[in-house]
């Protein structure tokens, strides 16, 4: 089977993560409706919790596979390749089985003295077969990025998304009657058997797969634990820390609502409009970028292994531009029409409010979701430890401190402030370890002026449109195409962007067919 490269692999993982993000978002419009923003908000402490339990069953194993599978193929080193694989499913068993019991065992606790509400133990404990089969799954999805067949990860992302939603409109009718409790368990039923389902179809893929190290292993292999923890420890010990604080920070935000005089259901229901509806919108534009992130790893420590430094630089330099360009587009969209969104997705006017002022924070969300990957794909997960730690610490800090005072807009600015400081701080870092050179003009300063002509544009023909058609659905999709199309148009005006790199990337993906 032909390998796929950077740009192709990117394209098909793009395809599979806007499919599962459109279903997956049409699924919370879904839950929003049926739980409210109350039980929303209930959702999404039960998962601040879950997630540090992923973590920890998976710790960090998924990049270390691909990382140190994709050096070891390019090293032409096949048997340590294999062996990879395989003692990373060893590790991974045991790690998911310790965090499945740990989770069982403090269910009870963790719900009613660290989350503050009872009626997210039932879900907790319905989650815990889930993540043994997490572990074990992530071995194999990061050995497909290590080979670069994107597509076999891809199609078990639309796989889980289908099932989860299947199983959970099923039985949804039959438990949300009994409460909000009941109906946060029934979510977290369909979300283990969906990682069933997951685990059965990727392991599936695994067999049948021509893998690269077929016939080629001539050599007896090194034992490889060490390189595996040497680079899941780091990424795991970040990620704890970084679940334990984003749990924290969770579990803070209602409380210090409430200390600022606003009731418990306000609190919880205003929680639930942030994190369960807010971000969610912000973070779905960004399905490029998150594919980009997931086989950058693979694709740079390739090169770097075999010391091609040009290569990775231009690599880096091309992301991160393309980053800068799709940040910038997506504050201008929901800077244009934020309350036409909030009304069209949740018909909830509030959302449109916060959408307007949170979308600014989306450059420095996308920025730093891409050059995390490029620091941990260029074996700096130390630094971006330290890092995380400063953006959380100072995050907690200011929530603690000034929600009570300031209430929801405290909120509001430490989530900006934090992000921007941490967004610079690895850039900073990525400059000083790599030959990038930050292009702030053509991408930065020309983009923004290419959005704001570019929204000037498509709120004159939302309005011209919206005369003559009464589909505001239809008039309000037409004008987010029409300002995509007219901001592309300026960024190559402006030449921030040129038709050869467009050329190119049509070259690119002509050559894998």
């Known amino acids: 089977m032909k390998k796929e490269n950077l740009i192709f692999g990117t394209i098909i993982l793009t395809i599979a993560t806007t499919l599962t993000r459109l279903v997956g978002f049409i699924f919370r419009i879904y839950l929003s409706n049926v739980l409210g923003a109350e039980g929303i908000g209930l959702y999404q402490l039960i998962l601040s919790f879950y997630y540090l339990m992923v973590t920890l069953s998976t710790s960090g194993i998924r990049v270390a596979v691909s990382k140190i599978m994709s050096e070891?193929?390019?090293?032409?080193?096949?048997?340590?390749?294999?062996?990879?694989?395989?003692?990373?499913?060893g590790l991974s068993l045991f790690t998911g089985f310790f965090a499945a019991g740990l989770m069982y065992y403090l269910s009870n606790y963790v719900g009613i003295n660290i989350l503050n509400d009872e009626r997210t133990v039932l879900a907790i404990i319905y989650l815990v077969p889930s993540l043994p089969l997490i572990a074990v799954s992530s071995c194999f999805k990061g050995y497909f990025y290590a080979v670069s067949k994107v597509s076999k990860p891809a199609s078990s992302q639309?796989?889980?998304?289908?099932?989860?939603?299947?199983?959970?409109?099923?039985?949804?009718?039959?438990?949300?009657?009994?409460?909000?409790?009941?109906?946060?368990?029934?979510?977290?039923?369909?979300?283990?058997?969906?990682?069933?389902?997951?685990?059965?179809?990727?392991?599936i893929l695994y067999i049948f797969d021509k893998k690269p190290y077929s016939k080629k292993i001539k050599t007896k292999p090194d034992n490889m634990i060490f390189s595996i923890l040497g680079v899941s420890l780091p990424l795991s010990a970040t990620s704890y820390m970084n679940s334990i604080l984003r749990m924290v920070e969770n579990v803070l935000i209602p409380s210090r609502l409430i200390v600022y005089g606003v009731s418990t259901a306000d609190a919880m229901s205003l929680y639930g409009i942030i994190k369960g509806m807010i971000l969610p919108l912000l973070f779905f534009p960004s399905s490029i970028l998150t594919s980009l992130s997931s086989i950058l790893i693979p694709s740079v420590a390739g090169d770097n292994a075999v010391a091609n430094e040009k290569k990775v630089t231009y690599t880096l330099s091309k992301v991160l531009h393309f980053t800068a360009l799709s940040g910038i587009l997506v504050v201008s969209v929901f800077i244009s029409f934020p309350h036409?969104?909030?009304?069209?997705?949740?018909?909830?006017?509030?959302?449109?409010?916060?959408?307007?002022?949170?979308?600014?924070?989306?450059?420095?969300?996308?920025?730093?979701?891409?050059?995390?990957?490029?620091?941990?794909?260029?074996?700096?997960?130390?630094?971006?430890?330290?890092?995380?730690?400063?953006?959380?610490?100072?995050?907690?800090s200011i929530i603690y401190y000034f929600v009570p005072i300031y209430g929801f807009n405290a909120y509001l600015f430490a989530l900006f402030i934090t992000t921007a400081i941490n967004t610079l701080m690895y850039l900073f870092k990525l400059l000083q370890i790599s030959c990038i050179v930050f292009d702030i003009s053509n991408w930065i300063f020309k983009p923004l002026f290419a959005a704001i002509l570019a929204s000037f544009i498509a709120r004159y023909v939302f309005k011209l449109f919206l005369s003559i058609n009464n589909s505001i659905i239809t008039v309000l999709i037409s004008s987010i195409i029409i300002l995509s199309l007219s901001y592309l148009i300026f960024l190559i005006i402006f030449k921030s962007v040129n038709t050869i790199s467009i050329k190119n990337i049509k070259q690119n993906i002509k050559k894998v067919h």
């Open 72 to 89: 070891q193929i390019a090293l032409k080193n096949y048997s340590n390749a294999k062996h990879t694989l395989r003692q990373s499913i």
């Open 340 to 396: 036409e969104i909030g009304m069209i997705v949740y018909n909830n006017s509030i959302v449109g409010t916060m959408l307007k002022t949170m979308t600014f924070i989306c450059p420095f969300m996308y920025l730093n979701m891409v050059i995390s990957s490029m620091l941990n794909a260029l074996g700096e997960q130390i630094a971006s430890f330290k890092i995380n730690i400063i953006e959380s610490i100072l995050k907690i």
């Open 158 to 203: 639309v796989l889980e998304q289908i099932i989860r939603v299947f199983i959970i409109f099923s039985i949804m009718n039959y438990y949300l009657p009994k409460g909000l409790e009941y109906g946060c368990a029934a979510v977290a039923i369909g979300m283990t058997i969906e990682e069933l389902f997951s685990l059965a179809y990727i392991w």
